[in-house]
């Protein structure tokens, strides 16, 4: 029997795509307005490229992008880029629709409820707490400074041990078969694909990343969970 | 004939002061309710010591006020604050309401018109952003990276020489004798004090920070440009 329901953070509590998607176009747009002499689709591909190769949480891709533009360096259009992005950011920093009637509706059926995310511990802290979901959850296990990250089983088993549960009582449900649910069933944890239909699905590449169930939206858990019950 | 208004940043053309003193305040209360276990005024002074001791652009406040409070280290915590310390600091970055209506009135009447404020060249350009006021002067000079930071002499006169004006055609507005009203005179420009009332009034520590002319708003400066015409 299942006990306890273990989420993954972005792309399956709230849109982290489109997010991520919008704010870059609005970064790229005001740089623009501000004085970046390019076309928006030039900056965006300067901006992306900044960011897949310095990672996300670089302090520089903006001064780093003007660099490889061969533009001059502007704190003008620096900010205009950041301002723009934080905004847009800030402004799609939002639950799902259905992230939280389904979240109460688990607690309320008594279901334990973590989240297991990937991350920087207060950077992944400040997320929740902007979604509205810093409180609804028993536990919040960050991975990736003090935990192993995903798909290592560490942090799902170290969720399972705060609910004081074996792994076959718990279910983890995410929208990466090679974070997720790799993870998921290296922990021995059944595993849920969340396929929302929005973003192009993504698919397992071996066996070890094929989930147990798939679902299209949050709401469909609770019929998967009363029948594997 | 004065041609060229330089004006400060901070405390002249918006409230810094109110701003930070509510976020500081708000950031301790969003701490206490993730589980600080602290009174707000003790969790007050603590951070405002760090923040004296590290300075205003140092990245681990949160951290290093827990540590010196005895707290565990908390991400949940240090999170909660800095959630609350921005969202406040963002809905408190707006200009004085005689700030928008004087700098129009003045650029209709022809005058050149400037910012020098000392700081993090970005940092200054996202308030300026944010204020929705980055469009509005003909010359904003930062002062603290590239160029001396006041009292030097060195912004004020930066600003005139884009404006192509003699020092003896500029005026300086802002709110410290020991910033703005001693660089101008060592520019060779009149200064002017404007003492709002809200804050306690700074006061000149001796004459080289004493200013020409003191007024109560911003309002008051159109009448004494005509008035020194």
Chains 1, 2 share one sequence.
């Not at 747009?29 to 501000?34: D, P, S, T």
């Not at 300067?46 to 003007?66: I, P, R, T, W």
Request: one cysteine or more.
């Amino acid at each position: 029997v299942i006990k306890g329901v273990i989420f993954d953070l972005d792309d399956t509590l709230y849109d982290t795509t489109l997010q991520v998607s919008l704010a870059r176009r609005n970064a790229v747009k005001a740089m623009i307005a501000a004085g970046l002499d390019a076309t928006e689709d030039e900056a965006e591909e300067a901006l992306g490229k900044v960011v897949s190769e310095k990672g996300s949480n670089y302090q520089c891709h903006y001064d780093e992008m003007l660099s490889r533009m061969g533009a001059v360096p502007n704190p003008k259009v620096v900010a205009a880029g950041i301002v723009a992005y934080h905004e847009t950011k800030r402004m799609h920093l939002t639950p799902y629709p259905d992230t939280m009637p389904t979240l109460l509706s688990l607690r309320d059926n008594g279901y334990r409820l973590a989240v297991v995310t990937d991350g920087l511990n207060v950077k992944q802290w400040e997320k929740l707490i902007r979604l509205g979901l810093s409180d609804l959850f028993h536990t919040v296990v960050i991975a990736g400074q003090d935990i192993q990250p995903k798909p290592s089983p560490q942090p799902f088993i170290a969720a399972a041990n705060q609910f004081n549960l074996r792994p076959e009582e718990c279910i983890v449900v995410g929208d990466r078969p090679d974070k997720d649910i790799a993870g998921a069933k290296r922990a021995g944890m059944a595993s849920v694909q969340l396929v929302r239909g929005e973003h192009a699905p993504r698919k397992p590449s071996g066996k070890d990343e094929e989930p147990d169930y798939i679902i299209g939206s949050l709401p469909e858990l609770k019929a998967l969970l009363k029948s594997i019950r």
